[in-house]
């Protein structure tokens, strides 16, 4: 049983009797699973800080087949996200980024994309990215890798050009509106067309232009409800998030 060498990022973990705790890890190479840091949790632990939610780490650890949960061996901090996260808003941000990963991805799915993916959201944040955008940008590439993405050039019933606002069917189909039936939610021009720049934009790019906040969040909502229709359930983070959104200043 020789131990197994990947890059990671924990993406929760929970104490686990005295001393242990329990961790919820994106492999780069082995994609998500759960394992076990024994002692994680008592004084002068060999894994310091390196399961922070978020932690970017060079990890170790041992896998048997009739076991579900992996034991976590050794842990090496390539980046930490704590400074971020001291920003409440930011922490709930990144826990919805980890809350969303485990609901779409399966166990030992390899999903390398969605490694980058949080990375890329999670260095935007350190850097200082508005929350909206980079929370937009992870949700709608989330959308995206996951297949559930529509054509968002086009109507799909009659295959006109979607040059104005679009209507948007709760399995995430788009129409023009002479094809659009009561209920389906509108998606305005400008939503569609910052969808668009997303999808061949890198995020730094995005971060330095100055994007109405109104049309980031209507893309941000939009692929967060695509993500809880396909998951089948609400988001608990996300509901943190709009309840912080509420708060007066």
Not at 16 to 45: C, N
Not at 189 to 213: H, N, T, Y
Request: glycine letters at 6%; aromatic letters at 8%; a positive charge.
């Amino acid at each position: 049983m020789p131990a197994r060498e990947s890059e990671a990022l924990i993406l929760r973990s929970f104490p686990l009797g005295e001393g242990d705790r329990l961790v919820s890890f994106l492999s780069r190479s082995e994609g998500r699973l759960r394992g076990v840091a024994t002692g994680a949790r008592k004084p002068k632990s060999r894994f310091g800080s390196t399961l922070e939610p978020f932690s970017y780490v060079r990890m170790w650890y041992y896998e048997r087949e009739t076991r579900e949960l992996v034991r976590i061996n050794q842990c090496e901090l390539i980046e930490s996200f704590l400074d971020a996260q001291r920003d409440y808003a930011a922490g709930v941000t990144l826990a919805l980024m980890s809350e969303t990963t485990e609901a779409v991805l399966g166990e030992h799915e390899v999903a390398e994309p969605t490694f980058r993916l949080l990375l890329v959201a999670a260095r935007a944040i350190k850097a200082g990215a508005k929350l909206p955008l980079a929370l937009a940008y992870f949700a709608f590439w989330t959308v995206r890798l996951g297949g559930w993405m529509p054509a968002l050039d086009q109507c799909s019933r009659c295959g006109v050009s979607l040059t104005g606002r679009a209507y948007m069917s709760r399995s995430g189909v788009l129409f023009c509106p002479n094809c659009t039936h009561p209920g389906q939610r509108v998606i305005s021009k400008e939503a569609l067309q910052l969808a668009r720049r997303m999808s061949g934009e890198k995020l730094e790019a995005l971060m330095k232009v100055d994007l109405p906040a109104g049309v980031v969040d209507e893309v941000k909502d939009h692929m967060l409800n695509q993500v809880e229709e396909h998951i089948e359930k609400k988001l608990q983070t996300r509901k943190m998030l709009a309840d912080l959104s509420e708060e007066p200043r």
